[in-house]
């Protein structure tokens, strides 16, 4: 059986839109609009969408923050910034806002394809949306952690580290690799903010966080995840 993918666009200008539009619809992609900021949060967050394609200079709220509400309601859809500045800071923001990538107007269309094409294949090579591991079941698409059936708090950058743990379980990860994986490449987190967060994460997914069985610390490496 073969599904259509949906985009959600969140772009005011109309001939960007006009556009985009019809690019993706050649390629087969179903494509719905949304012009405002506000508008966007609600609908990113309220419909499924395969792919949220997401301009930073919007009425009402801005992209990065359309990106970060977005986040912060669970949804992992990928989302591809759409930004007019080429400022290193603006990037920055949107990585860290959540963004999966981004590219920098005026882009070429062939160019939005292949990013587009590259965050889709990686969707599909994702694990299985339902995770168990200790005591815990962590349910990928809804960003829900369950301990021993209770509902565990996780702030986002939690959750994203403990996706990239669980996606390469077993293998040991160096901190660079972390925060490659986990914020974005080349972003800024110290080595000492990597281990705040597992810190934070051992104390709620591990049985006695003083002595951990699931984040295990490889001593000179980093760490290792075991399911
Ligand atoms: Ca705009």
């Given at each position: 059986?073969?599904?259509?993918?949906?985009?959600?666009?969140?772009?005011?200008?109309?001939?960007?839109?006009?556009?985009?539009?019809?690019?993706?619809?050649?390629?087969?992609?179903?494509?719905?609009?949304?012009?405002?900021?506000?508008?966007?949060?609600?609908?990113?967050?309220?419909?499924?969408?395969?792919?949220?394609?997401?301009?930073?200079?919007?009425?009402?709220?801005?992209?990065?923050?359309?990106?970060?509400?977005?986040?912060?309601?669970?949804?992992?859809?990928p989302?591809?910034?759409?930004?007019?500045?080429?400022?290193?800071?603006?990037?920055?923001?949107?990585?860290?806002?959540?963004?999966?990538?981004?590219?920098?107007?005026?882009?070429?269309?062939?160019?939005?394809?292949?990013?587009?094409?590259a965050q889709l294949?990686r969707?599909?090579?994702?694990?299985?949306?339902?995770?168990?591991?200790?005591?815990?079941?962590?349910?990928?698409?809804?960003?829900?952690?369950?301990?021993?059936?209770?509902?565990?708090?996780?702030?986002?950058?939690?959750?994203?580290?403990?996706?990239?743990?669980?996606?390469?379980?077993?293998?040991?990860?160096?901190?660079?690799?972390?925060?490659?994986?986990?914020?974005?490449?080349?972003?800024?987190?110290?080595?000492?903010?990597?281990?705040?967060?597992?810190?934070?994460?051992?104390?709620?997914?591990?049985?006695?966080?003083?002595?951990?069985?699931?984040?295990?610390?490889?001593?000179?490496?980093?760490?290792?995840?075991?399911?």
């Open positions: 059986m073969t599904t259509t993918t949906r985009i959600l666009i969140v772009e005011d200008e109309p001939d960007i839109v006009f556009s985009l539009r019809e690019d993706l619809h050649r390629q087969g992609y179903e494509t719905s609009v949304s012009r405002d900021g506000d508008d966007a949060i609600r609908r990113g967050t309220a419909e499924r969408w395969d792919l949220i394609l997401l301009d930073v200079m919007l009425p009402g709220a801005s992209g990065f923050d359309v990106c970060a509400a977005i986040r912060r309601a669970g949804v992992r859809t989302i591809i910034m759409l930004t007019a500045r080429t400022r290193e800071d603006d990037k920055e923001h949107g990585l860290d806002a959540g963004a999966d990538d981004y590219v920098t107007k005026p882009f070429s269309l062939r160019e939005l394809r292949a990013r587009i094409r294949r969707e599909e090579r994702a694990p299985e949306r339902t995770l168990t591991f200790g005591e815990c079941e962590l349910d990928v698409d809804r960003a829900e952690l369950r301990r021993a059936g209770a509902p565990v708090d996780l702030t986002a950058q939690e959750f994203r580290i403990l996706q990239v743990f669980v996606r390469r379980a077993g293998h040991v990860l160096s901190r660079e690799q972390l925060i490659d994986a986990a914020w974005g490449p080349g972003m800024a987190i110290t080595d000492r903010a990597v281990d705040t967060h597992v810190f934070n994460l051992r104390r709620k997914i591990e049985a006695d966080p003083a002595d951990p069985r699931v984040i295990l610390s490889v001593r000179g490496l980093g760490y290792r995840f075991e399911a």
